[in-house]
């Protein structure tokens, strides 16, 4: 196998493959380093750890080496309308209660049940700044904290190199100037700068935006849906580390999009992802540097980029990574989740014997799902705002939207149903927080709620409430946990 390209895709699937696949697969990495990587996202969902933990990664060690922090939610600010907020927390909402879901108990007693943030734990954590690994909240049922990171990804990459090379992955520093392709159109080998050819039964294309295998070589095709997800410029910038160390990312909806802020150890990653055809970059750049919370260390980098994916995102003896394989902007912080979840479904399928036809359709079936449902979860944000009279927000809340979120959203407005699949990246307790976050209301709530007595329903949430807010109470600050366990030297 050859992977075209390094960056966070490259290494984290070098690193998979060879603790996987081992001694049985011949692994080498092909990478410039006359070549910059995008590397803005340093934000991540709760599966990075099962990465983390495929391959071998203490916790506290990788973010030592990564500067890395705790991150239990997103922070919503300006997106329904201005002035209001809400966060997207990981982790249940609430708990369960005879088979029916714990919102419809919730929204029955509205408003006397309180904020729906009331019942999560993580709510209660980020809010106060506070983090420690309570897997359940103690001496209850009750789940406790769950979290992903925020950190630097050139530093995620550095570190996976290291280990991917510990496992036997050759890497060769080297532009790649073509490349060859057999009679029968497959991939034969990349043909480098200096002549040399790297041949391989099966390639990985990690080369950013450009696609060269999978697209400057195979052709496969781009669905491009910035009808639905306008934004496509992004500036990024870092600055200053300020305190506390919040252990949540923050989005603040602006004029013709948003920006970002994600704390890390050594400084506080930035950027503005906006539309071209309702402001100019000039203009993108001025708010993004106005809205900062600290000195920027750096001057703006700008990122052009068409949402969408790839048509196929396993063609012929190709399978596409990253940035190689589509675009869906970092509002959710999917981009990382996407490489790994690729690898995962190439470990399931992987070819070993050369049969891959019916393993790549089952491939790009799942794929193409998977990204149609989150696709769909981001869209939700723009498409159900309160920002009347502003052009950029009128045009995300008149324009037509995919079926499929149509209906989740009527569904939800006619009987308060969530009902997420398993191709769905996001379940129940997302969808509800977004929902709800965003203005979207239910008419009714399911009818057997009644079953349970106002005044038990009443005192269930009550303690709900209470146990939640008693175990959040009792954490540590998020500041201190890092400093203590995983501060870098």
Known sequence: MVIAGG????????????????????????????????????????????????????????????QGTFKLAIEFVDWWEKGHSYMHTFGPVGRDLAYIPFHHYWLRDQPASGSLWDYSVNWRAAKDARFARMEQVPNTPLAGLTWAFHFDASLYAAYLSRLAQKMGVRRIDAK?????????????????????ELAADFFIDCTGFRGVLIEQALKTGYEDWSHWLPCDRAMA???????????????TALEAGWQWRIPLQHRTGNGHVYCSAHTSDERARELLLANLDSQPLADPRPIRFTTGKRKLLWNRNVVCMGLASGFLEPLESTSIHLIQVTIQRLILLFPHQGDSETRRLEFNRAAASEYEYIRDFIILHYYANNRVGEPFWDACRSMSIPDSLAHKIELFRETAGIFATNDDLFRLPSWLQVMWGQGVRPRGTHPFVEAVAPQDREGYLRDLRGLIAQAAQQLPDHGDFISRHCQSS
């Not at 790649?176 to 040399?196: N, Y």
């Open 176 to 196: 790649i100037a073509g490349v060859l392709q057999a009679p029968d159109g497959d991939v034969r080998a990349l043909k480098l700068e200096d002549g040399r």
């Open 7 to 66: 960056g966070t895709a490259g290494w984290m699937t070098a690193a998979a493959l060879a603790r996987v696949l081992g001694p049985r697969l011949t692994i080498t990495l092909v990478e410039s380093s006359e070549i910059g990587i995008v590397g803005v996202g340093e934000a991540t969902i709760p599966a990075i750890r099962e990465f983390n933990k495929l391959v071998k990664l203490d916790e506290d060690e990788f973010l030592r080496q990564t």
């Open 237 to 251: 910038v870092p600055s200053a580390r300020t305190g506390p160390l919040l252990p949540y990312t923050r989005s």
